[in-house]
């Protein structure tokens, strides 16, 4: 089973920066459309950025110019450095991972995951 692991949320000040690390223990992450979506306390899972086997991103137009996603696949990481973070961004973080196949769907963060973590908290107080 394909498990990604989050870390790196914490607490800051609106203004503030963080960033959040997924690890794709056991499985080649460079096989893997990575991407985070976010849960706030009120709302359903929403996309953040996805970033494709190639470094292709994709972001939702809440976090434009604010937040930058990578992956290393040396290191068998993916990231998100959140800059300028707004109370609005306060959720629960989700890394999620979908394998590339063969004329399969893009990564984008229409098309979703098939694997998720358990959710890195992150808090911004005004």
């Known amino acids: 089973q394909v498990l990604p692991v989050e870390s790196g949320g914490g607490s800051v000040q609106a203004g503030g920066s963080l960033r959040l690390s997924c690890s794709l223990d056991?499985?080649?992450?460079?096989?893997?459309?990575m991407g985070w979506f976010r849960q706030g306390a009120l709302g359903g899972r929403v996309g953040v950025a996805t970033?494709?086997?190639?470094?292709?991103?994709d972001y939702a137009d809440s976090v434009k110019g604010r937040f930058t996603v990578s992956r290393d696949n040396d290191k068998n990481m993916m990231y998100l450095q959140m800059n300028n973070l707004e109370p609005e961004d306060s959720a629960l973080y989700y890394c999620?991972?979908?394998?590339?196949?063969?004329?399969?769907?893009?990564?984008?963060?229409?098309?979703?995951?098939?694997?998720w973590g358990g959710g890195a908290q992150v808090t911004i107080s005004s």
């Open positions: 999620g991972a979908r394998k590339k196949t063969g004329g399969g769907r893009p990564c984008l963060i229409r098309y979703g995951m098939h694997y």
């Open positions: 056991g499985y080649t992450i460079s096989d893997y459309c």
């Open positions: 970033i494709s086997t190639d470094g292709n991103p």
